[in-house]
């Protein structure tokens, strides 16, 4: 068997991947897939912990007219959903799943206790952190960097719908560039739309690396895990 890569991983999961091609709700094939994957990479003795969007129901922006704390209160709870939904087809697989939430709801999960996230991974338990920091107006890219530094994980791996970090929309332009590694720097000073600027700050104060690659092909999840070169680095 190979040998992974990393230790312990934070993976971020945008809500839009589990929709697949439906670009609503969540689409069971795509999450059954997405779970076989990391199902494999769980496999490699790697310790995963999860930070999941909520794009596929609500985005706190869409609520045109409402009190952005609301809308992003109710995109912390779409968040939930999702964790819910990969908390069961993961156990589905016979994988120990712990789902935490930044929002306290004790009847379908446990809240984040750091001590007790920490405890969970270093049993092979994978955990799902929900509902991003529990603060609005923060993205849960920024609870994915908040987690890694928290956890000590080693790396944000940052599972999306487009293959890697480009110079521009690939969807818009066709003869957009992929970039193969960048810093966090340059991140910040091109603007370049692959986290905000408060998760992209927080990896680089932490040293934090964050891998982009491509959720389409599942198989990616494994392949980032044992260090192929896929999609963007960012150091």
Same mark, same amino acid.
């Given at each position: 068997?190979?040998?992974?890569?990393?230790?312990?991983?934070?993976?971020?999961?945008?809500?839009?991947?589990?929709?697949?091609? $439906?670009k609503?709700? #969540?689409?069971?094939?795509?999450?059954?897939?997405?779970?076989? @994957?990391?199902?494999? !990479?769980?496999? +490699?003795d790697?310790?995963?912990?999860?930070?999941?969007?909520?794009?596929?129901?609500?985005?706190?922006?869409?609520?045109?007219?409402?009190?952005?704390?609301?809308?992003?209160?109710?995109?912390?709870?779409?968040?939930?959903?999702?964790?819910l939904?990969?908390?069961?087809?993961?156990?589905?697989?016979?994988?120990?799943?712990?789902?935490?939430?930044?929002?306290?709801?004790?009847?379908?999960?446990?809240?984040?206790?750091?001590?007790?996230?920490?405890?969970?991974?270093?049993? $092979?338990?994978?955990? #799902?952190?929900?509902?991003?920091?529990?603060n609005?107006?923060? @993205?849960?890219?920024? !609870?994915?960097? +908040?987690?890694a530094?928290?956890?000590?994980?080693?790396?944000i791996?940052?599972?999306?719908?487009?293959?890697?970090?480009?110079?521009?929309?690939?969807v818009?332009?066709?003869?957009?560039?992929?970039?193969?590694?960048?810093?966090?720097?340059?991140?910040?000073?091109?603007?370049?739309?692959?986290?905000?600027?408060?998760?992209?700050?927080?990896?680089?104060?932490?040293?934090?690396?964050?891998?982009v690659?491509?959720?389409?092909?599942?198989?990616?999840?494994?392949?980032?895990?044992?260090?192929?070169? #896929?999609?963007?680095?960012?150091?």
């Open positions: 068997m190979s040998k992974a890569k990393y230790k312990r991983v934070v993976l971020k999961i945008s809500g839009e991947a589990l929709a697949g091609d $439906k609503f709700g #969540i689409d069971p094939k795509t999450l059954d897939n997405i779970t076989q @994957s990391i199902k494999k !990479a769980h496999e +490699l790697v310790e995963i912990a999860i930070v999941v969007g909520g794009g596929n129901f609500w985005r706190g922006r869409s609520g045109e007219g409402m009190d952005r704390s609301t809308a992003d209160h109710m995109g912390m709870l779409a968040t939930t959903i999702n964790a939904a990969l908390q069961d087809s993961l156990e589905s697989k016979n994988i120990p799943v712990r789902v935490q939430t930044a929002i306290e709801m004790r009847q379908i999960a446990e809240p984040y206790i750091r001590r007790r996230a920490i405890r969970h991974l270093e049993k $092979k338990r994978i955990v #799902i952190f929900a509902c991003g920091t529990g609005p107006y923060f @993205s849960t890219d920024t !609870a994915a960097a +908040l987690r530094a928290e956890i000590d994980a080693e790396v791996l940052l599972a999306k719908k487009v293959d890697g970090v480009y110079d521009s929309d690939p818009k332009n066709p003869n957009a560039k992929r970039y193969d590694k960048l810093t966090h720097l340059d991140v910040i000073k091109q603007r370049l739309g692959v986290m905000d600027t408060t998760a992209t700050s927080l990896c680089m104060d932490n040293g934090i690396p964050i891998i690659f491509g959720i389409d092909d599942p198989d990616n999840i494994v392949k980032v895990v044992l260090g192929e070169k #896929i999609g963007t680095s960012i150091t």
